[in-house]
């Protein structure tokens, strides 16, 4: 439906903008403008738009089925001609753009996603190239992601539509769960960039994975706990900078209002005994005997002192960014042995933290010493010798080695995604064209 109305649209308007006025008798006749598109060009154009169901998009069908109609007549009249040419240039455009950024804006569509899209390539050179050449036109498959994994997910999702619908529960909902993942993957997927940095690190949120990717190495995988469904935590870009071991706590003001002070305030011993201290505008520590913490508003900052209670554990790992996300150590360890995990504030807690923290500083400090300076317990922050690159990003069908797993979908974001994907041309979609159709009609 998308496809068609904005074929369309564009199509009339340029049928609009070359109509002439009527001509005496006498006039000459009218010269025939063939169209620009080559037939080869758009035998191909139409054969890569019957791809997109293939990557888990809404049919082109409609928009192909719109230009094979518009050709009928493209040569009976310039005006034919211009609408065909246009029509084709529209469908070139849209694919361009969606297997090089996906079909979906990110913010509209997933609005937890803050990670910056892919790159959109030069299309105006790429059309200018594909009128008359056919294999410019194939070559629009090349902007699609070219990982293995994402040649997986394509894979698996022509093999799960090929199962009878009720090959994998009653009803298939088992099947229509499992399209629904793979599509919304592979979205997400044609979202993100193309050429990832190495080394790296990945959190991959569904899966309850931190994963640090070298170039020399194997993937190391770490079990990983991230945010809650009430505190999601969100697909962003940032860089470690730093690990700070022993590091100290400064809870974000939400918990300290909503959990923390609630708690001191029933138990004033659970602030001593929880390592918490109250500091003043001064920087001073002050007793927690002497703190009321019903007061508000609350006129002291808590701070929780490094150790075995804090709730960073033994290690952080500082990424700057607007969203207060990290990673870090916990002191419960017993977390990790659940299947579940989506049970943190918005950060994403690491298991064997201290073994990440030790792979990304190497070879400049060796883990025994590491652990050395974690065993002596001062507070100390050890700066990378280049930033690390970590992306942590939201997507339920993932695959390794070309094995495709389902994780559950935590945050309920896949249902809306596929139906941004499948629902039909929005006034702001069909906006997009419109300054050409009101120049045109401005025009006669």
């Known amino acids: 439906m998308l496809h068609r109305a904005l074929v369309l649209c564009v199509a009339l308007a340029a049928a609009a903008c070359t109509l002439t006025p009527p001509q005496g008798p006498n006039a000459p006749a009218a010269r025939i403008v063939r169209p620009v598109w080559s037939p080869d060009a758009v035998t191909a154009l139409i054969e890569v738009s019957a ?28 005006a034919g001609a211009a609408a065909f040419d246009s029509a084709a240039d529209a469908l070139f455009v849209d694919l361009a753009h969606t297997f090089a950024q996906g079909a ?32 410019t036109v194939r070559a629009l498959a090349t902007l699609l992601p070219q990982s293995d994994e994402y040649a997986a997910l394509r894979r698996e999702l022509g093999r799960v539509r090929a199962e009878p619908p009720g090959a994998l529960g009653p009803a298939g909902p088992v099947r229509e769960e499992r399209i629904a993942s793979l599509r919304a993957s592979l979205e997400r997927w044609r979202w993100l960039p193309r050429d990832w940095p190495s080394p790296r690190i990945e959190v991959r949120v569904a899966q309850f994975q931190a994963i640090l990717h070298q170039t020399a190495a194997a993937p190391r995988i770490h079990t990983a706990i991230v945010g809650a469904r009430t505190r999601q935590t969100p697909s962003f870009a940032a860089e470690i900078t730093a690990v700070t071991l022993n590091p100290t706590w400064t809870p974000p003001r939400s918990i300290v209002i909503n959990e923390l002070l609630p708690l001191f305030a029933r138990d004033p011993g659970a602030a001593s ?25 609350f006129p002291y900052q808590v701070r929780q002192r490094a150790g075995p209670l804090n709730a960073l554990g033994r290690v952080k790992f500082e990424m700057p960014n607007p969203f207060g996300v990290y990673l870090h150590d ?42 050395q300076q974690v065993d ?44 941004a994907l499948d629902a039909p041309t929005t006034e702001a979609e069909a906006a997009v064209f419109a300054p050409l159709v009101r120049a045109c009609a401005d025009a006669q």
Do not use: K, M
């Open 376 to 419: 002596a317990g001062h507070t100390r922050s050890l700066p990378l010798a280049a930033p690390l690159p970590i992306y942590a990003f939201y997507i339920t069908a993932s695959s390794a080695d070309g094995a495709v797993v389902y994780a559950e979908d935590i945050y309920r974001r896949d249902a809306a995604l596929i139906a």
């Open 51 to 78: 791809s997109g169901p293939a990557e888990g998009l809404a049919s082109f069908e409609d928009a192909a089925s719109e230009l094979r109609d518009l050709q009928d007549r493209s040569t009976t009249s310039a």
């Open 104 to 135: 979906l804006d990110p913010a509209r569509a997933d609005p937890q996603w803050r990670i910056g899209r892919a790159a959109v390539p030069d299309v105006s050179s790429l059309l200018a190239a594909a009128r008359s050449d056919a294999s």
């Open 273 to 297: 005994r929880g390592g918490y201290d109250a500091i003043d505008r001064s920087g001073a520590i002050v007793a927690p005997t002497s703190v009321d913490w019903a007061s508000r508003p």
């Open 330 to 371: 916990t002191p419960n360890h017993a977390l990790f042995e659940r299947e579940a995990r989506a049970l943190s504030h918005g950060c994403v807690r690491v298991d064997d933290a201290l073994d990440l923290a030790a792979a990304i500083l190497a070879p400049v400090l060796p883990a025994p010493s590491l652990q």
